[in-house]
T-cell receptor, first 114, second 115 residues
Framework: QKEVEQNSGPLSVPEGAIASLNCTYS??????FFWYRQYSGKSPELIMS????GDKEDGRFTAQLNKASQYVSLLIRDSQPSDSATYLC??????????????FGRGTQLTVWP | NAGVMQNPRHLVRRRGQEARLRCSPM?????VYWYRQLPEEGLKFMVY????????ESGMPKERFSAEFPKEGPSILRIQQVVRGDSAAYFC?????????????FGSGTRLTVV
């Protein structure tokens, strides 16, 4: 079982729509959750972090966390063509020998068409 | 305030040669992580280092790969006797503490091509 799983997509939405990206994780005691955006040929860029159940909003981005279901999601409202990228979900267990490590999913490729 | 600096950006090596990838963490950061990304795959953890110490190398292949973070200078990821399967993007990240709680800042990466 993989530590972090994402639908690889591709996910295609029209400009102005809501894009919904999903992620599940296997270790129930994981503590910190992140979404990274990676443009083709570039490095990952941290766009959202979330630590407790519920929603966290930052501009057009909303991260949602449900620890009981071991589920993290990212909503992008009013999607723009510039949002077209691969979105990586990452999890930190926050304990033991892997205290500092982030576990990444394979990423979901998002395309926003005009 | 420079971010995480990696060089070279692109590196081409023939099979059997050695590849040396360098990473200078952000100012004030003493914790360095190396990740590898193969085409169409996510980021795979390789090694976590502090100054002069390897903390976690459980993601490193047992042979040909080594890493160091000396007291002075950048962190180095070394791949000896490279093979075609080593072709990938190698990313370095740094953090001010050994906790991943706040995520990392990644460098721009080194794209290694083995021909």
């Amino acid at each position: 079982q993989k530590e972090v799983e994402q639908n690889s997509g591709p996910l295609s939405v029209p400009e102005g729509a809501i894009a919904s990206l999903n992620c599940t994780y296997s270790d129930r005691v994981s503590q910190s959750f992140f979404w990274y955006r990676q443009y083709s040929g570039k490095s990952p860029e941290l766009i959202m972090s979330i630590y407790s159940n519920g929603d966290k909003e930052d501009g057009r981005f909303t991260a949602q966390l449900n620890k009981a279901s071991q589920y993290v999601s990212l909503l992008i409202r009013d999607s723009q063509p510039s949002d077209s990228a691969t979105y990586l979900c990452a999890v930190n267990k926050g304990r033991g020998s892997t205290l500092g490590r982030l576990y990444f999913g394979r990423g979901t490729q998002l395309t926003v068409w005009p | 305030n420079a971010g995480v600096m990696q060089n070279p950006r692109h590196l081409v090596r023939r099979r059997g040669q050695e590849a040396r990838l360098r990473c200078s963490p952000m100012k004030g950061h003493s914790h360095v992580y190396w990740y590898r990304q193969l085409p169409e795959e996510g980021l795979k953890f390789m090694v976590y280092l502090q100054k002069e110490n390897i903390i976690d190398e459980s993601g490193m292949p047992k042979e040909r790969f080594s890493a160091e973070f000396p007291k002075e200078g950048p962190s180095i990821l070394r791949i000896q006797q490279v093979v075609r399967g080593d072709s990938a993007a190698y990313f370095c990240a740094s953090s001010p503490s050994g906790q991943g709680k706040y995520g990392y800042t990644f460098g721009s990466g080194t794209r290694l091509t083995v021909v």
